[in-house]
């Protein structure tokens, strides 16, 4: 795997990308999701040994500025490959044991021990709470347990799902400031995240870094 991500990342680095949405860091439950042929297996420690050695060969055993690393995102944080049914970005139903024991372990290995640069914030609730908005999980358990210092991209249109799909807000200046308050730092393609953003600045629902 470490060799896989090497040669990845200096094809990505010759092609002008130098960010990679990988790799993908869920525990397989349910064969019936579709997205398990991404995964590496049901086993957290499989498939946290597995991913820390991509991300070291994508970006080297440290964040160096070697021309030929990408930087890695461990993804999609967290409990995204436990939706209910198989049913891609349903429900995860799973309590703080089953978190910590079988899908937070091989994120803790992918931040602490590869040094990931980037973490992808997950489209699904985890027990009610959307985990693009989860405070307990992106700063309680990423930042202030593990120490992560890099930064957080939600997943596809998280953002904005929390007013079209799950319906938390009507309004998309109180979803941007729900995700940024929770520990996201970027949102990935949602339609005007850039505008709610200000209105929730300029109404102090956030503050500026």
Known sequence: CEDMGRVCAAEMQYSGVPWTFSPLFGI???LRWGRANEACGEDPFLVCELGKAMIIGYQGPTLS???GKVLACA????????AEGGRDSAEADVSERMLRSFFLPPFEGAV???NAGSIMSAFQPINGVPAVMNKF???DVLRKEWGFEGFVISDWSAVGNLVWRQWITDSMKEACALALNAGNDMSMTTDNFYDGTLEALKDGLVTEA
Not at 75 to 82: I, N, P, R
């Open 137 to 139: 999980t992106l700063t």
């Open 75 to 82: 993804k999609h944080f967290v409990g995204y490959t436990a």
């Open 28 to 30: 397989i439950r349910d």
């Open 65 to 67: 500025s070697d021309p």
């Open 112 to 114: 602490r021990e590869a």
